[in-house]
């Protein structure tokens, strides 16, 4: 009893040594081992401890004191082991046999005469081997007891020590993560990366090689980006290819454990799974062991594989990787993914900000290619307009001066996009300024019957054109070429000579409404596309001419036009075009009738805007500057220290250097949606009063109207980079955007104008007090409505709610022509002529002649008028009428005039 109570007393001093963390048990063990050999009076005995990782037991304390190779254990045998709290070395279990035939030498030396399995529960842990009883054959039923007790306190200690264990390796997995994490994450060049996350995975594992295989973008394949050492793989069993390793992936996992290197990589990439094979498999690494390891994206999608081998040899034994190294490898493999990705993302930033710089180089080269004016032709109207579907387009059009007072008008578009469309345009455009310099394509001609003079004109286009494909063939590729179409215009016989080298051909309407494609007929190849030997033998250019007469219209376009697309994807084509240009004849681009033919938008948004921008440039706005406008002419009255003397040097004209403005504004645009804005535009107002829309069927109304005047104000404060908010209402708040600055939120506005729902009543006071409710960041605030509301006083009270919240408030008051010039309308009607007039908005109707209606009317609407110009130029609110023929970019110059008082 008293050898009992020493022995606990000690094994308690033991433990709690080990909850110090003072000690481990391995190097207690031996302590463990003398106190149950004197507790027990036993002479010879070892402590052996079991490994799982391993599957081997390791004899860390013995006496006599020797050192024993460890002692294999299979799966199999642990089960049986478990099943007994002791074992006679001479009364040796079935099953176990092999086990005890491999611990004969051991069993020998120590002379083991009885076996204690150490274990908690089902986990085996190790065993207590005793032998050297001191002449006793065996020990007594109250010392096996003891022996039952001392075991049960050996096996706590090893379970603690391994938990132990496991915290403190699991905290220097940490840290050796934290510590090389930074270092890999640093480096921003893919090949630097690479070779980082290879050293450190190596250093990370005391591993003697490593490898780095990456997914190849297209193909299926793994390729070897980097090895530690250079030599690894110049042995590999593998497939080999360029970048050494080449290992496909895809296929079916390995199912034996004697997989290859190749069969274990497939499997890691297919399952994303982390292994390692056993030692004696064939890898990478010349028979020995291997791990790899999956390296995950952020996506979730598997980037390649991270492998380590040849880890660090002790007592002449190859040491095997373990399940803690595989999830230390796992954890670090993670962190490689971020590295790599963040290495491949910024070198892709900074292949991107190149192409950036020469798309804004080849930018610059279009923008000068295209003239800012064209130029007054006697007789004629010019006008051009260009919108680019991307940053960069590869459109070109020109009107060029001749030498003979003739005019050569010139459209192109070059193939693809980019620097080298740019620079393949401007070829094209000096090889044309070349020609025409030297003569060619000038020949005079009296009119379309004059066969002589036509002969010389065809000939030189011929010629000249042939001149432009030998030098476009020559600067491309096959892959980059020109359409290009050229017209010689004689101002005094109205004689269009034209020459089609593959381009979209011209449409001729004539005055009568008759329409022709001009050289349909005649069309040869693009430019640059064959070589001159090859044109005659696929189509040759030819050129023909065209008597024009007044009244007709020559419409030049590329196929950006034709191709574009609405929000129902539904093509432009050339039927539209036709029907469009022929109602549109002879009307002024700036007519608010011929933007409803374009129909989308954003196109009419981006038409009004760039038109009304270039008129800037020579505009009295001097304190405004938009981010597209660099310079002005100098104006009488402009600060001379803003005078470019640089540019005047070179140009003998003054100009003002444009600065961007830094201030941004809040803006938000308020529509009124209620049926009365429904109002069509009257008959007097253009030829056709069922003008369509887009060819949808829909008239322009004032809410169409005011739909292109919102959707041209919110493209223009994008342009500025102010931010832009959207609502509309009737009787109700329907919908309210927040001011936001993105390209996509001026998206979602051009969206939901093109979908308006309107309602039958109205009622603009509550809506309006909710918005100022809303609207918490002091701004711009433009209302556009016509304003018809029994309720006057409560819409002025909305207004003065958004003013005395601190916004500036413009106030559009859009009318039809037919409502201000009611008396025309009378006018124009037999004093019989009976009317029905319905009220839009409650379907109330009334029959009767316009004249017995007229005065009071007319009474009736200029009170209306001149209620809301005093309410609101008493509470300090902008009012302006128009109606739906004015031009959109008056507007624009009311808003820009008012958004500078703001700043």
Same mark, same amino acid.
């Given at each position: 009893?008293?050898?009992?109570?020493?022995?606990?007393?000690?094994?308690?001093?033991?433990?709690?040594? +080990?909850?110090?963390?003072?000690?481990?048990?391995?190097?207690?063990?031996?302590?463990?081992?003398?106190?149950?050999?004197?507790?027990?009076?036993?002479?010879?005995?070892?402590?052996?401890?079991?490994? #799982?990782?391993?599957?081997? +037991?390791?004899?860390?304390?013995?006496?006599?004191?020797? %050192?024993?190779?460890?002692?294999?254990?299979?799966?199999?045998?642990?089960?049986?082991?478990?099943?007994?709290?002791?074992?006679?070395?001479?009364?040796?279990?079935?099953?176990?046999?092999?086990?005890?035939?491999?611990?004969?030498?051991?069993?020998?030396?120590?002379?083991?005469?009885?076996? %204690?399995?150490?274990?908690?529960?089902?986990?085996?842990?190790?065993?207590?081997?005793?032998?050297?009883?001191?002449?006793?054959?065996?020990?007594?039923?109250?010392?096996?007891?003891?022996?039952?007790?001392?075991?049960?306190?050996?096996?706590?200690?090893?379970?603690?020590?391994?938990?132990?264990?496991?915290?403190? $390796?699991?905290? /220097?997995?940490?840290?050796?993560?934290?510590?090389?994490?930074?270092?890999?994450?640093? *480096?921003?060049?893919?090949?630097?990366?690479?070779?980082?996350?290879?050293?450190?995975?190596?250093?990370?594992?005391?591993?003697?090689?490593?490898?780095?295989?990456?997914?190849?973008? &297209?193909?299926?394949?793994?390729?070897?980006?980097?090895?530690?050492?250079?030599?690894?793989? &110049?042995?590999?069993?593998?497939?080999?290819?360029?970048?050494?390793?080449?290992?496909?992936?895809?296929?079916? @996992?390995?199912?034996?454990?004697?997989?290859? $290197?190749?069969?274990?990589?497939?499997?890691?990439?297919?399952?994303?799974?982390?292994?390692?094979?056993?030692?004696?498999?064939?890898?990478?690494?010349?028979?020995?062991?291997?791990?790899?390891?999956?390296?995950?994206?952020?996506?979730?999608?598997?980037?390649?594989?991270? %492998?380590?081998?040849?880890?660090?040899?002790?007592?002449?034994?190859?040491?095997?990787?373990?399940?803690?190294?595989?999830? *230390?490898?796992?954890?670090?493999?993670?962190?490689?993914?971020?590295?790599?990705?963040?290495?491949?993302?910024?070198?892709?930033?900074?292949?991107?900000?190149?192409?950036?710089?020469?798309?804004?180089?080849?930018?610059?080269?279009?923008?000068?290619?295209?003239?800012?004016?064209?130029?007054?032709?006697?007789?004629?109207?010019?006008?051009?307009?260009?919108? @680019?579907?991307?940053?960069?387009?590869?459109?070109?059009?020109?009107?060029?001066?001749?030498?003979?007072?003739?005019?050569?008008?010139?459209?192109?578009?070059?193939?693809?996009?980019?620097?080298?469309?740019?620079?393949?345009?401007?070829?094209?455009?000096?090889?044309?300024?070349?020609?025409?310099?030297?003569?060619?394509?000038?020949?005079? =001609?009296?009119?379309?019957?004059?066969?002589?003079?036509?002969?010389?004109?065809?000939?030189?286009?011929?010629?000249?054109?042939?001149?432009?494909?030998?030098?476009?063939?020559?600067?491309?590729?096959?892959?980059?070429?020109?359409?290009? /179409?050229?017209?010689?215009?004689?101002?005094?016989?109205?004689?269009?000579?034209?020459?089609?080298?593959?381009?979209?051909?011209?449409?001729?309407?004539?005055?009568?409404?008759?329409?022709?494609?001009?050289?349909?007929?005649?069309?040869?190849?693009? *430019?640059?596309?064959?070589?001159?030997?090859?044109?005659?033998?696929?189509?040759?250019?030819?050129?023909?001419?065209?008597?024009?007469? $007044?009244?007709?219209? %020559?419409?030049?376009?590329?196929?950006?036009?034709?191709?574009?697309?609405?929000?129902?994807?539904?093509?432009?084509?050339?039927?539209?075009?036709?029907?469009?240009?022929?109602?549109?004849?002879?009307?002024?681009?700036?007519?608010?009738?011929?933007?409803?033919?374009?129909?989308?938008?954003?196109?009419?948004?981006?038409?009004?805007?760039?038109? /009304?921008?270039?008129?800037?440039?020579?505009?009295?706005?001097?304190?405004?500057?938009?981010?597209?406008?660099?310079?002005?002419?100098?104006?009488?009255?402009?600060?001379?220290?803003?005078?470019?003397?640089?540019?005047?040097?070179?140009?003998?004209?003054?100009?003002?250097?444009?600065?961007?403005?830094?201030?941004?504004?809040?803006?938000?645009? *308020?529509?009124?949606?209620?049926?009365?804005?429904?109002?069509?535009?009257?008959?007097?107002?253009?030829?056709?009063?069922?003008? =369509?829309?887009?060819?949808?069927?829909?008239?322009?109304?004032?809410?169409?109207?005011?739909?292109?005047?919102?959707?041209?104000?919110?493209?223009?404060?994008?342009?500025?980079?102010?931010?832009?908010?959207?609502?509309? /209402?009737?009787?109700?708040?329907?919908?309210?955007?927040?001011?936001?600055?993105?390209?996509?939120?001026?998206?979602?506005?051009?969206?939901?104008?093109?979908?308006?729902?309107?309602?039958?009543?109205?009622?603009?006071?509550?809506?309006?007090?909710?918005?100022?409710?809303?609207?918490?960041?002091?701004?711009?605030?433009?209302?556009?409505?016509?304003?018809?509301?029994?309720?006057?006083?409560?819409?002025?009270?909305?207004? =003065?709610?958004?003013?005395?919240?601190?916004?500036?408030?413009?106030?559009?008051?859009?009318?039809?022509?037919?409502?201000?010039?009611?008396?025309?309308?009378?006018?124009?009607?037999?004093? &019989?002529?009976?009317?029905?007039?319905?009220?839009?908005?409650?379907?109330? =109707?009334?029959? #009767?002649?316009?004249?017995?209606?007229?005065?009071?009317?007319?009474?009736?609407?200029?009170?209306?008028?001149?209620?809301?110009?005093?309410?609101?130029?008493?509470?300090?609110?902008?009012?302006?009428?128009?109606?739906?023929?004015?031009?959109?970019?008056?507007? +624009?110059?009311?808003?820009?005039?008012?958004?500078?008082?703001?700043?």
């Amino acid at each position: 009893m008293e050898r009992l109570i020493f022995s606990l007393s000690e094994l308690e001093h033991l433990g709690q040594t +080990l909850i110090s963390g003072h000690t481990n048990f391995n190097h207690s063990s031996e302590t463990y081992l003398r106190i149950t050999l004197g507790t027990l009076q036993v002479t010879r005995g070892a402590i052996l401890r079991y490994h #799982t990782t391993r599957q081997n +037991l390791e004899v860390v304390a013995s006496s006599p004191d020797k %050192v024993f190779p460890p002692i294999t254990v299979e799966p199999s045998e642990i089960e049986g082991l478990l099943q007994h709290s002791f074992i006679e070395g001479t009364n040796l279990p079935e099953g176990l046999e092999q086990f005890f035939a491999r611990t004969a030498k051991f069993v020998e030396t120590i002379d083991i005469r009885l076996w %204690v399995p150490l274990k908690i529960q089902d986990e085996f842990l190790g065993m207590i081997g005793l032998g050297s009883f001191l002449g006793r054959e065996a020990l007594e039923a109250w010392e096996m007891e003891l022996l039952t007790t001392l075991a049960h306190q050996i096996s706590i200690a090893i379970a603690y020590s391994q938990m132990v264990e496991g915290i403190q $390796s699991e905290k /220097f997995r940490l840290f050796m993560l934290a510590e090389s994490a930074p270092q890999i994450c640093q *480096l921003l060049e893919p090949e630097a990366a690479a070779e980082q996350v290879v050293h450190q995975a190596v250093s990370l594992l005391d591993a003697n090689a490593g490898a780095l295989m990456l997914k190849h973008p &297209e193909r299926q394949e793994l390729e070897m980006h980097f090895t530690f050492p250079e030599t690894l793989v &110049e042995d590999a069993t593998d497939h080999s290819g360029p970048n050494g390793l080449v290992v496909p992936y895809g296929e079916e @996992p390995p199912v034996s454990m004697e997989a290859t $290197s190749a069969d274990m990589l497939k499997f890691v990439v297919r399952e994303g799974l982390p292994g390692h094979c056993p030692p004696k498999s064939d890898t990478l690494f010349g028979g020995k062991n291997l791990m790899a390891v999956p390296i995950p994206g952020r996506d979730g999608d598997i980037l390649g594989i991270l %492998v380590v081998g040849d880890k660090e040899e002790r007592g002449g034994m190859i040491t095997p990787f373990t399940d803690e190294d595989v999830i *230390l490898l796992d954890s670090f493999a993670k962190q490689a993914g971020v590295a790599i990705q963040n290495a491949h993302l910024h070198q892709e930033a900074l292949d991107a900000r190149q192409l950036q710089a020469e798309m804004e180089e080849a930018r610059k080269i279009q923008v000068n290619l295209i003239p800012e004016t064209l130029p007054d032709i006697p007789g004629y109207e010019v006008a051009g307009h260009y919108e @680019p579907r991307g940053p960069v387009g590869g459109d070109y059009y020109d009107c060029i001066p001749l030498p003979t007072g003739h005019w050569g008008l010139a459209i192109a578009d070059v193939s693809g996009k980019g620097m080298q469309a740019a620079l393949l345009m401007a070829t094209l455009r000096a090889g044309l300024i070349s020609e025409l310099s030297r003569g060619k394509g000038t020949a005079v =001609e009296d009119s379309v019957q004059d066969d002589l003079s036509s002969a010389a004109l065809y000939g030189e286009l011929i010629e000249m054109a042939m001149t432009l494909n030998s030098l476009l063939y020559a600067s491309g590729t096959e892959e980059k070429y020109a359409t290009f /179409f050229y017209s010689h215009l004689n101002p005094d016989t109205n004689v269009l000579t034209t020459l089609n080298a593959g381009h979209n051909p011209p449409l001729l309407v004539r005055k009568d409404g008759t329409y022709k494609w001009l050289g349909e007929d005649v069309g040869g190849i693009p *430019l640059g596309m064959f070589p001159n030997e090859m044109v005659p033998n696929i189509a040759e250019y030819a050129a023909e001419h065209i008597q024009l007469t $007044s009244g007709d219209v %020559v419409v030049f376009y590329t196929d950006g036009v034709t191709e574009t697309v609405n929000v129902e994807d539904e093509y432009y084509e050339e039927d539209r075009l036709v029907a469009d240009s022929k109602a549109c004849k002879d009307s002024d681009a700036e007519d608010p009738a011929i933007l409803a033919r374009i129909g989308n938008l954003e196109l009419i948004a981006k038409f009004v805007v760039e038109g /009304f921008i270039s008129g800037l440039h020579k505009s009295p706005y001097h304190g405004f500057s938009v981010e597209f406008s660099q310079y002005r002419q100098y104006m009488p009255g402009d600060d001379t220290k803003h005078i470019d003397w640089k540019a005047y040097a070179r140009t003998d004209r003054h100009y003002i250097k444009q600065f961007e403005e830094e201030t941004n504004l809040n803006c938000y645009l *308020l529509l009124d949606a209620s049926e009365s804005m429904l109002h069509p535009i009257d008959e007097a107002q253009v030829d056709d009063p069922t003008i =369509e829309v887009g060819g949808t069927g829909q008239k322009l109304t004032k809410l169409r109207y005011a739909s292109f005047l919102i959707a041209s104000l919110a493209y223009f404060m994008a342009k500025q980079r102010d931010a832009v908010g959207f609502a509309y /209402f009737d009787d109700t708040l329907r919908q309210y955007l927040p001011a936001r600055s993105s390209t996509s939120h001026l998206h979602s506005i051009l969206i939901t104008l093109e979908t308006l729902q309107t309602a039958k009543s109205t009622r603009m006071g509550m809506p309006l007090h909710q918005i100022a409710e809303r609207l918490t960041k002091r701004g711009l605030v433009l209302f556009v409505s016509d304003l018809y509301d029994e309720n006057q006083a409560e819409v002025v009270e909305g207004l =003065e709610h958004l003013r005395y919240n601190g916004h500036e408030v413009i106030v559009f008051h859009v009318l039809a022509h037919q409502e201000l010039a009611f008396a025309d309308f009378a006018a124009g009607r037999s004093a &019989e002529a009976l009317i029905r007039f319905i009220d839009s908005e409650n379907d109330a =109707e009334i029959i #009767t002649t316009p004249q017995a209606i007229q005065e009071s009317y007319l009474n009736n609407f200029n009170e209306f008028l001149d209620t809301y110009r005093l309410a609101l130029r008493q509470s300090d609110i902008d009012y302006n009428m128009i109606t739906t023929a004015t031009p959109i970019d008056l507007a +624009l110059a009311s808003y820009l005039a008012k958004r500078q008082g703001v700043l």
